[in-house]
């Protein structure tokens, strides 16, 4: 049956650099002081994020989080077409991600009217689908009480791939 | 197979009186000017909320919406065993509906520690749930950009339950 599994945070803060350096694990040994070789609800949904190999649509409120903003962009450089909705108040705050996305190509769109996109989602590959309450900054992964339910369920994927093609639509710059 | 179901904010404002007067609907049509009859996301919500018959049990990061209070007050009225988890400093914001609900005899929890507890969801009869990006204030329900996924596919359904429950125990204030 179709993948389904909720990953809820805060999570402890470990390792992630084998999920953007995975060649060197073995030739030299991470010198960070984390604890290293954890699965965590973080290193849970970057595995699903990282599974990406054609598309990746993200639909994110708020999205500061350097590990998840590293991860988008990895995706980028392995040719997976990357999109994105945000909010246009939220991508402004301190440690916003949105611009350095932005810098390396990677074409975002903001709601353009006055009310707040407070979605919460990703689709993989236009059918293994994130969603929940975590916005995608360090304090929702490391602080607060947070959600995030994956699932390849085409009934419930399929009206997230419909609303983000909406939301992406309607809120076309040109 | 189970339920599964995705709703999408903002709704559309429409009467919703024949949630809380249902013997009265054809006695006396209803006088408000809101439009009569109409399915929206928010008669999903109620529909899926007032067919609890047992529990519900609910986390949820605001709640000011006097149409979802009036849902969860109808439930308590009716015997259902309603249980309450919100956050700290969001039981206090403007028109919050925690202290009605506590007026009523309903048991809420709030989160203890310093962080924010920002799940958004509910389970009905231990068996279906409702989780997504909606909190329940009126600029979400008809403002904002939003979801709400509702199922009782099992495997979805435990881990929020199970989530439930631990800060149900975690924030036991006795
Ligand atoms: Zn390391
Ligand atoms: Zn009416």
Known sequence: SPLKEV???PTALTCVEHFFKPDTTFASPCPCPLPHGLETSLTGLL????SASVSLDLCIFA????DLSRAVLLL???GVAVRVVTDKDYMRIS???IGTLRNAGICVRHEMGSVYMHHKFAVIDG???ITGSLNWTLAAIQSNKENILVTEEPDLVLPFT???QLLWDSN???
Chains 1, 2 share one sequence.
């Not at 999205?63 to 350097?66: A, Y």
Request: net charge positive; proline share 4%; glycine share 4%.
């Open 162 to 164: 419909r609303e983000f």
């Open 76 to 78: 980028q450089s392995r």
């Open 47 to 50: 595995r699903h994020l990282l």
């Open 127 to 129: 059918r293994r689908l």
């Open 95 to 97: 440690g916003s991600q």
């Open 63 to 66: 999205f500061s989080s350097q």
């Open 7 to 9: 990953l809820f945070f």
């Open 172 to 174: 076309d710059p040109a």
